[in-house]
């Protein structure tokens, strides 16, 4: 049983170290493969064109917390996504940094700095802005807590409508009333085929007016001439972007110099080296043991 590593040479070292403490084994590189007979986990952010190589090849480990690059996989191999606590609580920091930025109208201030001018902006307690979170997973319901832990009132949205304690969450069915009460919209779905474009002229046209809007989910699932058109509209106020619509965004993309948006190159998590090959290591234990694999992915749902 051996996991086959496609990632950089930086990674490599800290999963080396890893590994060998932990007396299982790692090939990094596929030119390391002597026999492929011997890799039973894959590590990487897109597998090979040719899996039928490793026969024996039982779990795809997504190098990500994302697994919507991944290609369909044959059948009865298993797909993993990244699991670290720190990503989590990395992405809570970010979405409460861009909320508080939006609630406090930070790009007015960052657009008025660039002028000289000293103009103060209307001010609005916390317990007055409600704050809508699509996406109640880990993430979303940790941001849920902090945020509401800060005042804010937080509702959620999810596909199954899976309570959680203290945040009313809403189901399928209830978009458009979720929607409804939602002045600063954050965005941590995952991306299927039911969330691509999710974000569109349809859905900005049910927030109230003067919304905001916090993504931090796949930038596919954003239509950006949608929010432009809902800027320019009023219907939209301000807007916040860790990922975008192609990304990386074009050098020349209109939203880089609009005061309105604000943007970050997909920082909002970085995954760190070491709980990553310490996550893989419980994969390879699981697998040994016929146990359920943590972070498995339900490919038919995609997450």
Avoid at 144 to 164: E, H, I, P, Y
């Amino acid at each position: 049983m051996a996991l086959l590593f496609l990632s950089s040479a930086e990674r490599a070292a800290v999963w080396v170290a890893a590994f060998e403490a932990a007396g299982e084994k790692i090939i990094v590189g596929e030119e390391a493969v002597t026999d492929p007979a011997d890799v039973t986990h894959l590590l990487c952010w897109t597998p090979p064109k040719d899996l039928q190589r490793y026969p024996n090849l039982q779990v795809v480990i997504s190098s990500g917390a994302g697994v919507d690059q991944m290609p369909a996989l044959p059948a009865g191999m298993e797909l993993v996504r990244a699991l670290d606590p720190g990503i989590e609580e990395m992405v809570r920091d970010w979405v409460v940094m861009a909320t508080l930025m939006l609630h406090r109208t930070m790009p007015a201030y960052l657009e008025q700095a660039g002028q000289g001018q000293w103009k103060p902006q209307a001010v609005s307690h916390a317990r007055n802005a409600r704050v809508g979170i699509m996406g109640m997973g880990r993430i979303g319901t940790l941001a849920a807590q902090t945020l509401g832990a800060m005042g804010f009132k937080v509702s959620g949205w999810s596909r199954s409508g899976r309570a959680v304690a203290d945040v009313p969450v809403y189901g399928l069915q209830d978009l458009d009333r979720f929607l409804g009460q939602s002045d600063i919209l954050i965005c941590l779905l995952p991306l299927t085929a039911e969330t691509r474009g999710i974000l569109n002229a349809t859905l900005f046209a049910k927030l109230p007016e003067a919304a905001a809007l916090v993504h931090a989910g796949r930038g596919a699932q954003l239509d950006m001439q949608a929010m432009r058109d809902a800027l320019d509209s009023g219907a939209l106020r301000h807007a916040m972007l860790d990922v975008t619509n192609p990304e990386p965004l074009p050098a020349d993309h209109w939203a880089w110099h609009d005061p309105r948006v604000i943007v970050t190159p997909h920082i909002a998590a970085v995954t760190d080296h070491h709980a990553g090959a310490l996550h893989a290591l419980e994969v390879v234990r699981a697998t040994r043991a016929k146990s359920p694999l943590p972070g498995r992915v339900d490919q038919n749902r995609g997450y």
